[in-house]
């Protein structure tokens, strides 16, 4: 990493700590752009060199978590309902205090938009098939699963994210399971049935 690129990942995240604390200390709505310049010790022409406005710190923050979660999470065989739960709330369990102070200032919808959006994304990125890539169905499945899983965090959001995220998981994992038919290969994993042509099913391939 450069001096340049360095100066700026700095830049960058003084602006998203000064207003987290601002978040902290006031509602969202009477944040300033100049209280932002001032806490991170920053001048306006700074901060509108990357944002044009407060909500697009939040938005790009969100859009960091995103790309990090995409890099830990491995590509799967079949879509093993149980280790998605697992991995997807896991993460963001890692990432409580910044979502219950979106919830605080009442910016749930922003959390569903953006974590959904990227996530559509990281669904398709999981598939390990190429012919299956590349079929029309994956776009309307992987919007299907992201925008499934992203109610069920903003839900957990809602509830105060207590408890486990192991713990959570497994009672989301269970409540899909009971509407969605779930087939048991050899190893044991309970990956659910999918059209076929869409992701390999367990009679198509057994999961890792």
């Given at each position: 990493m450069n001096g340049h690129q360095k100066q700026k990942e700095q830049s960058v995240r003084m602006i998203e700590e000064a207003l987290f604390e601002l978040m902290d200390e006031?509602?969202?709505t009477q944040i300033t752009v100049s209280e932002i310049v001032k806490r991170a010790d920053i001048s306006r022409r700074t901060f509108y060199r990357f944002y044009k406005e407060k909500d697009e710190v939040l938005r790009h923050y969100f859009g960091k978590l995103c790309q990090e979660y995409q890099r830990t999470v491995p590509v799967l065989a079949c879509y093993d309902i149980?280790?998605?739960?697992?991995?997807?709330?896991?993460?963001?369990?890692q990432h409580k205090e910044f979502l219950m102070l979106m919830h605080k200032?009442?910016?749930?919808?922003?959390i569903y938009c953006e974590i959904s959006r990227a996530s559509v994304e990281i669904v398709k990125g999981r598939v390990d098939r190429?012919?299956?890539?590349?079929?029309?169905?994956?776009?309307f499945f992987a919007?299907?699963?992201a925008g499934g899983f992203a109610s069920l965090l903003e839900r957990w959001i809602s509830e105060g994210m207590h408890g486990l995220p192991e713990e959570y998981a497994k009672k989301a994992s269970e409540g899909l399971l009971q509407f969605i038919r779930p087939s048991l290969p050899q190893s044991g994993c309970a990956c659910t049935r999918l059209p076929r042509g869409l992701w390999p099913t367990p009679d198509e391939q057994s999961c890792p």
């Open positions: 006031k509602d969202y149980p280790r998605i739960a697992r991995e997807y709330f896991g993460f963001w369990y200032h009442g910016m749930d919808e922003m190429e012919d299956y890539k590349n079929t029309a169905g994956i776009e919007c299907y699963s």
